[in-house]
């Protein structure tokens, strides 16, 4: 039997997945409720059902169990249809990771009380819904709000600098919020991280740290763009790895993409925020790693989580920094500009004059 990947959504975003997986000589099987999604134009197969309705992609499966090999799913889409992809593969016996370990990644609220359980740093925190209000004084202003499930990327997120201006944060994180469940933490001033990496056998591989660029307009927090991290004074990617690793160890974490978000306090030190599953969107793949990275990132990561091709030992970076462009509609129809230098220092620069 061919060797079939289970793509999750085949909308413009899931488009360098299943063509460059269709080009490796893989069978890739689309899942999508619209009928006219452009990656079904380049799958093999096509299943059209809506991503979150787990159960009725697996009775689709079925359907094709005995005409393939199904070696993984693949996902580009945060929330529920990280989950989606766990019930497939723990149903089919595909190595990836428990149903309970993605439920606790993709609610945030979950997470946060899985690293005080198990001693992972992480901002000190409050679940409205579950702790009275006296309990905020406990963290000083100000304090961050965010939905615990986010409709979509940094949707929600705002910093409150006063118990007026809290009522009204948690109004706004809760009005994006998939669960209305919200979460207030506390400020943390230090730089917004992102480690790349992925996990089979069990074994995590780092790829490379990212620096998060954000902006704070009217209290609300938006996305600007990512750059490269090279220059590492504060050993943020030794602490990065061996958080990620020990979350990947208690979870049981086989095979999965893996991208660990942390901020940092004022002594340099990491605390984790979020963690997502799925392979990432925010066109990293089609134009940050893409210009940064020495090896052609979406084929390695498809012969890295299905055919055991083993973590390079090193992996050469070229500086380089992404502005996403201002206006309506989401970041891949608008866009973004790529900037490349020759040094860290350049690098720190022109970001500086870009953000602006």
């Not at 999750?8 to 299943?18: H, R, Y």
């Not at 740093?121 to 409050?126: I, N």
């Not at 893409?290 to 299905?306: D, M, P, Q, R, S």
Request: hydrophobic share 40%.
């Amino acid at each position: 039997m061919k060797d079939a990947l289970i793509c999750l959504a085949a909308g413009k975003v899931q488009k360098i997945i299943i063509e460059k997986a269709v080009n490796l000589g893989i069978v890739v099987i689309a899942v999508d409720k619209n009928k006219h999604a452009p990656g079904f134009a380049y799958s093999t197969e096509a299943i059209y059902v809506s991503t979150y309705e787990s159960t009725e992609i697996i009775k689709a499966l079925e359907l094709f169990a005995e005409k393939y090999n199904f070696i993984g799913v693949i996902n580009r889409s945060s929330g529920i249809p990280v989950i989606t992809s766990s019930t497939i593969s723990e149903y089919f016996n595909i190595p990836g990771l428990p149903v309970t370990s993605a439920q606790t990644i993709v609610y945030k609220d979950k997470l946060r009380e899985f690293c005080c359980k198990h001693q992972i740093p992480t901002p000190s925190f409050f679940i409205p819904k579950k702790q009275i209000p006296e309990d905020f004084k406990k963290i000083a202003f100000p304090v961050v709000v965010k939905p615990a499930l986010s409709l979509h990327g940094k949707s929600g997120i705002s910093i409150a600098n006063s118990k007026k201006e809290l009522e009204s944060s948690i109004e706004y994180a809760m009005s994006n919020s998939m669960t209305g469940n919200t979460i207030i933490e506390e400020y943390l001033s230090g730089a917004d991280l992102t480690l790349i990496g992925v996990v089979n056998n069990g074994e995590y591989c780092p790829i490379c740290l990212l620096e998060e660029i954000n902006s704070l307009k009217k209290n609300v927090v938006s996305a600007v763009g990512y750059k490269t991290h090279h220059v590492d004074n504060h050993n943020w990617m030794s602490q990065a790895v061996k958080i990620s690793r020990k979350v990947v160890s208690i979870l049981e974490i086989s095979r999965s993409f893996f991208m660990s978000c942390f901020r940092s306090d004022e002594n340099n030190k990491l605390r984790l925020i979020e963690i997502h599953l799925d392979l990432g969107g925010d066109l990293l793949i089609e134009k940050l790693l893409k210009n940064a990275l020495h090896l052609e990132f979406v084929e390695f990561i498809i012969e890295f989580l299905f055919y055991g091709k083993r973590c390079p030992k090193s992996i050469k970076i070229n500086p380089t920094l992404i502005i996403y462009r201002k206006g309506a509609g989401d970041l891949f129809d608008r866009g973004c500009d790529v900037y490349s230098a020759k040094s860290n220092n350049e690098l720190n620069k022109l970001t500086e004059k870009k953000r602006l």
